[in-house]
T-cell receptor, first 108, second 111 residues
Framework: AQRVTQPEKLLSVFKGAPVELKCNYSYSGSPELFWYVQYSRQRLQLLLRHISRESIKGFTADLNKGETSFHLKKPFAQEEDSAMYYCAQRTSGSRLTFGEGTQLTVNP | NAGVTQTPKFRILKIGQSMTLQCAQD?????MYWYRQDPGMGLKLIYY???????DKGEVPNGYNVSRSTTEDFPLRLELAAPSQTSVYFC??????????FGPGTRLTVL
């Protein structure tokens, strides 16, 4: 079965510091990967997808097939980035497999 | 557009009771999904549907049933509720294989 692993349940950084949320996947083919985010009292929503190669809210994520990783990075964290972040991989058809999530706290 | 709506927001059930979690979307999406999220865990897919009249099991379907009689609605039925079904339930929809749009969730406690 395909698995998505987020090794850190909790991550705390100070405002202005770089942040990296780790994600590793198990699929050996051509994966489709996503980062979803859930801000406090809001719905889970798509942050970015690897196929778009986009930067959203200053976040980027690079697919590294050699390391089977899709880490989410931001050079300067902001307090409003505090949220729960989920890495997800598209499995068969339209299904997604989610990681366990990382709760990011950005301290002032 | 209301997007994906879920009712109720909260519910407490006694062991052995049944209930239906409602999910509706007004975006004319073909694909709909039900997930459960346990504390400290990721989302686990319960059931999904690729269109009206078509449903299929996800990762954790035991104890649940679904139906999809219309494009808009995708109710999740719990028969004989058990404490192990205490969780937060999320419904989602998507127009294709990419972005999924989530509802606000239903917090269910089985005592």
């Amino acid at each position: 079965a395909q698995r998505v692993t987020q090794p850190e349940k909790l991550l705390s950084v100070f405002k202005g510091a770089p942040v990296e949320l780790k994600c590793n996947y198990s699929y050996s083919g051509s994966p489709e990967l996503f980062w979803y985010v859930q801000y406090s009292r809001q719905r889970l929503q798509l942050l970015l997808r690897h196929i778009s190669r986009e930067s959203i809210k200053g976040f980027t994520a690079d697919l590294n097939k050699g390391e089977t990783s899709f880490h989410l990075k931001k050079p300067f964290a902001q307090e409003e980035d505090s949220a729960m972040y989920y890495c997800a991989q598209r499995t068969s058809g339209s299904r997604l497999t989610f990681g366990e999530g990382t709760q990011l706290t950005v301290n002032p | 557009n209301a997007g994906v709506t879920q009712t109720p927001k909260f519910r407490i059930l006694k062991i052995g009771q049944s209930m239906t979690l409602q999910c509706a979307q007004d975006m004319n999406h073909n694909y709909m999904y039900w997930y459960r999220q346990d504390p400290g865990m990721g989302l686990k897919l319960i059931y999904y549907s690729v269109g009206a009249g078509i449903t299929d099991k996800g990762e954790v379907p035991n104890g649940y049933n679904v139906s999809r009689s219309t494009t808009e609605d995708f109710p999740l039925r719990l028969e004989l509720a058990a404490p192990s079904q205490t969780s937060v339930y999320f419904c989602a929809s998507s127009p294709s294989h990419n972005e999924q749009f989530f509802g606000p969730g239903t917090r269910l406690t089985v005592l």
